[in-house]
């Protein structure tokens, strides 16, 4: 019901900065949360940070005071990433939640490296 589409993923050095950006589209509940999950190679997916309609954040420690996860609108979610590791390479996805039904986008990768 709901489609997500991603962009802003890439290669960057360490130090560096990256925007991820996603955009929801279909059956859109006001009420939602969309956040930011990622996958590195031999691990399981975890969050990054998630926001919900009323702006309420949550952020991975890891992440936390790096990363800012923001809202143009109900249906678009972006995670600026600041500081960038080479422990932040993973694919990311975009994540959409509401009324017990969640969304996932295609995944974007992240490379952080010299």
């Known amino acids: 019901q709901v489609q997500l589409v991603e962009s802003g993923g890439g290669l960057v050095q360490p130090g560096g900065s990256l925007r991820l950006s996603c955009a929801a589209s279909?059956?859109?509940?006001?009420?939602?949360?969309m956040g930011w999950y990622r996958q590195a190679p031999g691990k399981q997916r975890e969050l990054v940070a998630v926001?919900?309609?009323?702006?309420?954040t949550n952020y991975a420690d890891s992440v936390r005071g790096r990363f800012t996860i923001s809202r143009d609108n109900v249906k678009t979610v972006n995670l600026q990433m600041n500081s960038l590791k080479p422990e932040d390479t993973a694919v990311y996805y975009c994540?959409?939640?509401?009324?017990?039904?969640?969304?996932w986008g295609q995944g974007t990768q992240v490379t952080v490296s010299s």
């Open positions: 279909g059956s859109i509940f006001s009420l939602n949360r």
């Open positions: 926001v919900d309609n009323n702006g309420f």
């Open positions: 994540n959409y939640e509401s009324g017990g039904l969640d969304s």
